[in-house]
């Protein structure tokens, strides 16, 4: 009835929702092989089965999404950069969740957001919540490590009236909308911000850079010193060291959580509003510098609709298709990810005999797609017995070459 059956098949994100909703609070996060996973306490455990319920790691049921399963739902696509210049340097991208975020606050829409302020992750780590008082210096930017959300659940669940901005990956997502749904809350309460996501990671990451210089904050990209996309950075003690981006793209496949071989959902369909990077070739207006960083935004939720209307004139804009995110995020891809799954077994929790119209007979049927899944899972399994010199020559060599 918990979630240890979700743990023991490598299914867990490490998104903390499950500590959030337990009556008992007799779940801990426990780091292992890299990951702080949940642990439950059986003797102080009910079996009441509310992590279990709200676990987004269990299932994907794609079915839920319409329309296209790796596209879902949009109203209006947007190519868009802040205005505020100060913002933008700071930004990974366009600068849009944290200034949304801000604006908001500011003028009281919502009460508060969950964000995230640490490029430090010698320990887990949290959201913390943030007013219009709050200093959002260190809030923009990517992590690619897991975040735990355990903190916001238990506020949403304590303050049930109160009007939240909850932002991350699809898996949060849909968790959030699983609690939601369980404790019967308002959903109109709650501005879901959903990030695009090409795979989260262990902290063995953060331990993988360590070895290099005992870095205080790691910066998984940074538009410093060659502008957008970003650069690598270690950090010690203000000064910072760049590393090549190739290092961000080829360690994913040594330190990305196992989950993420299955997920289907890169552009977080179930979000109000999905930001991510614009990585399409179309002209953009005159006013917009594609080195500063831009964001690709999908609006999906007449919410999400009314949100960014109301601030529209923060940013410089242009309106793009669905059809452009799709090619340029090289969603197909993730087709075979559901193939993946059926490697994994149902323990995905896919639909059973439902086969999406979006993945095709000859991508089930390719035969190099086992030696892949394969060999992920061995390049995984290094980085989680900590064999980091087998792991960095291997990172190397695939520069190298």
């Not at 490598?10 to 642990?39: D, H, M, R, W």
Request: charged share 25%.
């Amino acid at each position: 009835m918990n979630i240890s059956s979700v743990t023991k098949n490598n299914l867990c994100v490490s998104c903390g929702l499950c500590a959030g909703v337990c009556p008992k609070q007799c779940i801990a996060s426990v780091f292992e092989s890299g990951s702080y996973l949940p642990t439950v306490d059986e003797n102080s455990c009910v079996n009441c089965g509310l992590c279990h319920r709200v676990c987004p790691g269990k299932s994907d049921d794609f079915t839920a999404s319409g329309d296209n399963i790796f596209f879902g739902h949009a109203i209006k696509c947007f190519a868009a950069q802040v205005k505020d210049k100060k913002l933008l340097a700071q930004s990974t991208s366009g600068g849009l969740v944290t200034a949304l975020t801000k604006n908001l606050l500011r003028d009281k829409i919502y009460d508060a957001a969950f964000l995230v302020d640490t490029y430090n992750h010698d320990a887990e780590t949290f959201t913390r919540r943030f007013d219009a008082e709050s200093d959002f210096a260190d809030v923009p930017k990517s992590r690619y490590v897991t975040v735990n959300h355990s903190r916001a659940v238990r506020y949403m669940l304590d303050n049930p009236d109160a009007k939240l901005i909850l932002v991350g990956t699809s898996c949060f997502v849909r968790g959030i909308l699983n609690v939601i749904k369980q404790f019967k809350l308002n959903r109109d309460n709650y501005f879901l911000a959903g990030l695009f996501c090409d795979k989260t990671m262990t902290y063995n990451v953060w331990r993988y850079f360590r070895q290099f210089a005992a870095a205080d904050k790691l910066h998984f990209r940074t538009k410093e010193p060659n502008g957008w996309p970003g650069e690598v950075a270690l950090e010690i003690d203000g000064k910072k060291i760049f590393l090549p981006r190739q290092f961000r793209m080829q360690m994913k496949d040594f330190f990305c959580v196992e989950r993420c071989l299955y997920c289907l959902d890169k552009l977080n369909r179930f979000a109000d509003i999905s930001f991510g990077d614009n990585y399409g070739d179309a002209p953009l207006p005159a006013q917009m510098d594609r080195r500063e960083g831009t964001s690709t935004l999908i609006v999906r939720t007449q919410r999400g609709e009314k949100i960014f209307d109301g601030y529209r004139d923060e940013f410089f804009t242009r309106e793009i298709s669905p059809e452009e995110i799709y090619k340029s995020q090289h969603v197909d891809v993730r087709s075979k990810n559901f193939v993946f799954g059926e490697y994994k077994s149902a323990q995905v929790g896919y639909p059973i005999n439902v086969v999406p119209p979006e993945v095709s007979f000859a991508v089930r049927e390719n035969s190099n797609l086992r030696r892949e899944y394969e060999s992920l899972l061995v390049k995984q399994r290094m980085s989680r017995e900590n064999f980091f010199p087998n792991v960095a020559a291997e990172i190397w060599r695939m520069i190298i070459s």
